[in-house]
């Protein structure tokens, strides 16, 4: 199984970009449909974007498309999730996840630890 390892949270003002990093490690990466979840306080965890093994299809749940970037490098075992114009509301622990491409959360089984993303206003 992966292991997923996620990194480039932080603070940023409402109107930033922040750009989130997945680095994986002990399987086989590009084989993997890959995927951003994120969990806000008090609210249930969401699909945020997912891409296929190729990097050639994507999807984008309808809160951050048009905002959102992802991408992946096979050659570097990394995913990245590009975060532009972002809202309060996108305030959330975010989550790196490996399984089915699929904009279903129950599809992404392998999960990370999360890295936090706060947005102020």
């Known amino acids: 199984q992966v292991q997923l390892v996620e990194s480039g949270g932080g603070l940023v003002q409402a109107g930033g970009s922040l750009r989130l990093s997945c680095a994986a490690s002990?399987?086989?990466?590009?084989?993997?449909?890959m995927g951003w979840l994120r969990q806000a306080p008090g609210k249930e965890r969401e699909f945020v974007a997912g891409?296929?093994?190729?990097?050639?299809?994507?999807y984008y749940a309808d809160s951050v498309k048009g905002r959102f970037t992802i991408s992946r490098d096979n050659a570097k075992n990394t995913m990245y999730l590009q975060m532009s114009s972002l809202k309060p509301e996108d305030t959330a622990v975010y989550y790196c996840?490996?399984?089915?491409?699929?904009?279903?959360?129950?599809?992404?089984?392998?999960r990370g630890q999360g890295t936090q993303v706060t947005v102020s206003s």
């Open positions: 996840a490996a399984g089915k491409f699929s904009w279903q959360i129950s599809d992404y089984e392998n």
């Open positions: 002990g399987g086989t990466f590009s084989r993997n449909a």
């Open positions: 891409i296929a093994w190729s990097g050639s299809s994507t």
